[in-house]
């Protein structure tokens, strides 16, 4: 039987129909293969087509082997159809044409071949070779494989790699090693990476590193600057893991306050959570701390973080303003998802100062009487913490 018959059929079907025929998609594959140029060529453009969205994709079990052959092939779009479709058909027969395809001269085919092989199963010590290649790109490749933290088999590499001439290189294979005080240039290439990575992910992923590491002497130094100049998503980074330094230093903590204005509620949120770290600095920001709770142009989001950081702090003062947010009605606050319900009905801030007058215990014994009626005839988050915040002062609900 001839294996191409119907294939004119199947290279006039759209690709949404293509999607749903894995007959049809199997005849292209063949023809990829087999078929003379002309159809070879238009079976190539389907398949690009097919496969550009990366949906799963209803193949034959006899089709494996045949993608196996396509990695083989001279011609790079052939290469990019059979990365494609590896991810949606996995077959460690694959897994040598894949890796060999990470040197492959067609930065798409690399690009494809990095896709399928983050979602295969094999042994990563293969990609040591290319770690070692003359070419940049070759080893940057094989680094964005890898899922941190990196095997054993790798680590030797990505050691030597912290010296590499690329910056890009550095950065990556540094983002793949464990959090080790020990390793020799990790602590420098990951004050670089914050500082001059070339990507919003590697930034983000230094500046946790650095508030996880040992603190040097720049640690602090370069955290803030980052705070103060890098995306909103590295800001927040970088508020988190000065959480480290807030308790110590004037100068994160005072940093991270004016960070509670900052344009990003995420970013504020993160800030107000390391100003909850008891110290002689964050303590000494408590007026501070007190007038941004109900300071009004601070988001409410901000705010409860404020009241949680209050709570924490052990700030008795107060208690008194976070009482009176009991008081208000729930459709005064800004509502956000109840994790009890899975509607927008929480009062999120009302919620935050009930969690943070918990924290106070028996000294918080004011508000019982408040905390007793949410407990009752609050909505079931509220009615929750509620009950908890009572059993932190020895009381129940009643």
């Known amino acids: 039987m001839d294996p191409l ?12 129909s293509l999607r749903k025929e894995p007959g049809a998609i199997t005849l292209l594959v063949y023809a990829v293969l087999d078929a003379p140029p002309a159809e070879r060529g238009l079976a190539i453009e389907r398949l690009l087509q097919l496969t550009e969205a990366r949906m799963h994709l209803p193949l034959q079990e006899a089709l494996p082997g045949r993608v196996v052959e396509l990695l083989e092939s001279e011609q790079s779009e052939v290469r990019r159809i059979a990365a494609r479709l590896v991810v949606t058909c996995p077959h460690a027969a694959a897994i040598p044409g894949l890796i060999r395809c990470l040197a492959d001269d067609d930065v798409r085919v690399r690009e494809d071949s990095i896709l399928a092989l983050r979602h295969a199963d094999f042994d990563t010590g293969a990609l040591v070779p290319h770690l070692g290649s003359e070419r940049a790109e070759v080893r940057e490749a094989a680094l964005r494989v890898l899922h941190p933290p990196a095997p054993p088999s790798v680590r030797a590499e ?67 600057e980052a705070l103060s100049t890098g995306t909103a998503r590295v800001r927040a980074a970088a508020a988190e893991a000065l959480a480290r330094f807030s308790p110590a ?95 927008s009905s929480l009062p999120g801030l009302k919620h ?47």
């Open 249 to 343: 230093s004037t100068e994160a903590a005072g940093a991270l306050l004016e960070a509670l204005h900052d344009s990003s509620s995420a970013v504020a949120c993160r800030a107000a959570a390391a100003l909850s770290v008891r110290g002689p600095a964050t303590e000494a920001l408590a007026p501070s701390l007190l007038a941004a709770l109900e300071d009004v142009s601070i988001p409410e989001e901000v705010r409860g973080q404020v009241a949680l950081a209050l709570g924490r702090l052990g700030v008795r003062e107060a208690i008194p303003p976070l009482s009176r947010l009991l008081d208000r009605p729930d459709s005064s606050f800004r509502l956000v998802l109840d994790a009890f319900t899975g509607l």
């Open 158 to 224: 990505l050691q030597r790699l912290l010296g590499d001439d690329v910056p890009g290189v550095r950065h990556l294979a540094a983002g793949f090693l464990p959090d080790d005080d020990g390793t020799p240039g990790l602590w420098g290439v990951t004050v670089d990476a914050l500082r001059a990575g070339g990507d919003e992910s590697t930034r983000i992923q230094a500046a946790g590193r650095l508030g996880r590491l040992e603190p040097q002497p720049e640690t602090s130094e370069v955290l803030l």
């Open 5 to 16: 018959a119907g294939l004119k059929e199947a290279l006039a079907l759209p690709v949404a």
């Open 352 to 398: 935050d100062a009930v969690v943070a007058l918990g924290l106070f215990g028996p000294l918080a014994a004011e508000a019982a009487s408040a905390l007793s009626r949410l407990a009752r005839e609050g909505g079931p988050a509220l009615r929750h913490a509620a009950s908890e915040a009572l059993g932190h002062m020895g009381l129940f609900a009643s």
